[in-house]
């Protein structure tokens, strides 16, 4: 048997997955970005979980912000947490 999943099929499969394990999805948009690693490090899922009013209504947003530029996690709130999967494990 062979099974081949496209791109969307993955990305679909990893926001159910990240539902199940209990991340409140409503009112909240993901953006998934999917990369390709070489030899042994595989490929890689870098998921961005967003309020619904920051993606509507991009024009809200201080434009004339200065950028992030806090470095060595001085900023402990947009501290990013990687979340492991086993794909082995897992009963998507």
């Known amino acids: 048997m062979k099974i081949t ?3 969307t099929d ?5 926001q159910q997955y990240i539902s199940q394990m209990g991340v409140d999805l409503s009112n909240k948009r993901v ?12 490929h890689t899922a ?19 912000a200065a950028p992030d530029t ?3 996690g001085d900023n402990a709130e947009e ?3 990687a979340i ?6 897992s009963e998507v």
């Open 31 to 42: 953006e998934i970005s999917m990369t390709a690693g070489r030899g042994t490090n595989g």
């Open 46 to 64: 870098n998921l961005e979980i967003l309020p619904l009013d920051l993606v509507d209504n991009p024009d809200d947003q201080d434009s004339d």
């Open 5 to 7: 999943l496209s791109e």
């Open 70 to 72: 806090a470095e060595d």
């Open 10 to 14: 993955l990305k679909d499969a990893i």
């Open 79 to 81: 501290e990013q947490q």
């Open 84 to 89: 492991p999967f086993d794909w082995k494990k």
